[in-house]
């Protein structure tokens, strides 16, 4: 099961693409009295909990997040995504980090800036 935390400093502008927006996904704890932690995190999963949060920090914009895949629970895993709020799009990057800590491991995200129209 996911769950949404937030962690450390989210540095976003009030809209998409005048400055980097990052943030985490808390996977869960990998603890020997817990259920076992997930070997995987969803394409589906991914782009509900990501999104919701993205959705979160930007309210009055349309927001879809569509990713390549699911990513592997491996420290270093990472993928790129593209978030597309009206007509504009921007790259963002997925990686997993603390896996096998007892706080378990997480998503980071990271927004880049606006792709150029083409």
Known sequence: MVTTARRGLIL?????????????VTIG??????????TSISKADLERNIGG???AQHP????????????PM?????????????ADQY???LTVTG???DA????DWQIGHKVPAT
């Open 12 to 24: 976003c502008a009030v809209a998409l693409g005048t400055a980097a927006c990052h943030s985490s």
């Open 29 to 38: 704890p990998s603890t020997t009295s817990s259920p076992a932690a997930p």
């Open 53 to 55: 949060q993205i959705k």
């Open 60 to 71: 009055d914009q349309p927001v879809d997040l569509s990713c390549p895949a699911g990513l």
């Open 74 to 86: 491996r420290n270093g895993a990472s993928e790129q995504c593209v978030l597309t709020s009206g």
């Open 91 to 93: 790259p963002v990057t």
């Open 99 to 101: 896996v096998g800590t």
């Open 104 to 107: 378990g491991g997480s998503v």
